[in-house]
Structures are given as structure tokens and as C-alpha cells.
């Protein structure tokens, strides 16, 4: 299975950190965000990477190179100006091929094991479902989640749904044809066509309860170094 790390953003939020540094190559425990996914991928067996980029690219590609350094194979996808989640996976179609494929938000932290997805992938290639998320608990800066998951299955919310909604972590399992009518190299978002997908019954979910960070400021980049770098230490005692 191949995965790919979205790493194209250009981290606004994140600044004055990122306007000389692509947020992906922004270091918490002693390692950039993007490699802590790259390692955690390749444990899992998926060592064929895509990873698209735009602000400060050419970073991203002298940082890791071929990916040989940390046992995977990389290529890249780059966009002048970055086309949104959806629209930048279907820029990259030629390079994921034409069986499901895993995606990563590099701008996020996570303890998800990966080869979760490897079974979820073959199941995938037998049913009709064009994706599987991975949700999390909301954290304080996302209260009202985004989207309901009700016995491993994703369901449409309405305004009268009294069950409360998870987050969406940024990590997923698509089959290539959720993206193929998105024009190549156009800005499109992923949350409408999952939620159109949702409306059909095409699409599963999971609930991770494990370590989850949206490293999308200063301080939760900070926060997320000093935890990381506690748990290290404790480690080395």
C-alpha cells in the first residue's frame, strides 16, 4: 500500500515559524513532524511515500531526499500554490496508483499504528466504501468535532443529532475514484465529497484513543517538544 503525507499547507497560523520553514520540517522531540510519520509508516510496512508540497518544497525535498535514510522509497508531488486537501491528492493520482491508499496530514502528531490500515485496505478493495477515517476526541480548540461515527461506520449529521461528533484526525484510507472528477491541478476541499460519501453509506471509521496532536500553533508545537522530549528522557532513567 502506498501512503501520502500532505505537507503543501502554508501553516498561517504557524508564523513567524513558517515563513522560513515548511511547517512539516518543524521540530518537536528532536525530530521534524513529517519524519515522525515517515517512521511510523515504514514500521507499519508502508514504505512507498507520496508527499506533496508548495511553500518552501524545495526544503521538504533536500531535507529527506529519496527517503532512503529512513527506509522508504519517497517521490514528490509539487504545487505552485497549494490545491487544498482534495484537490492535491487528486494532482497526485498518477503517483498512488489505482488501489486504496493511506493519507497523512503532515502537520499533525500521532501514536496511530499504520498497519491497521493495510488489513482495512484489502477488506476495501471487496466493498463499496471509497474511505475510512480515523477520528479522535475533540481537543479544546475544536469543541464541536466534525464528523459521527456510530458502530464503525461514518453517518450524516443534521441539526437535530443529539450524539456528539468526533475529529477528523487528518490520517485516512481512500479508494482513487473518490478523487477522479476533481479537474487536475484545481483547489478542492476533502470535507464535502467525504460528507456526500457519508450520505451514500460509503464510509467507515474508527476511533483512535491514543496520543493525538493538531500541532497547528506556536504553543501547541511547544507543548507537544516538552512532552515528547519528558517522555524521552523518562525512557533514558
Known sequence: MLAMILAAGRGERMRPLTDHTPKPLLQAGGKPLIVWHIERLVKAGIVDLVINHAHLGAQIEQALGDGSQLGAKIRYSSEVTALE????????LHLLGEEPFTVVNGDVYCDYDFSCLQVLADRMKHTQDKAH???????????QGDFLLHDERMVPTNTETKEALLTFSG??????????????????????????????????????RGIWVDVGTPQRLD???KSLRATQNAAHD
Open 85 to 92: 486537501t482534495a484537490g492535491g491528492i487528486a494532482y497526485a
Open 133 to 143: 477515517l480515523v477520528l479522535v476526541d475533540n481537543p479544546n480548540h475544536h469543541p
Open 171 to 208: 490520517i485516512g484510507l481512500y479508494q482513487p475514484s473518490l478523487f477522479a472528477n476533481i479537474p487536475h491541478g484545481t483547489k478542492a476541499p476533502l470535507a464535502p465529497l467525504l460528507r456526500e460519501q457519508i450520505a451514500f453509506g460509503k464510509v467507515s471509521g474508527e476511533h483512535h
Open 223 to 225: 507543548e507537544l517538544d
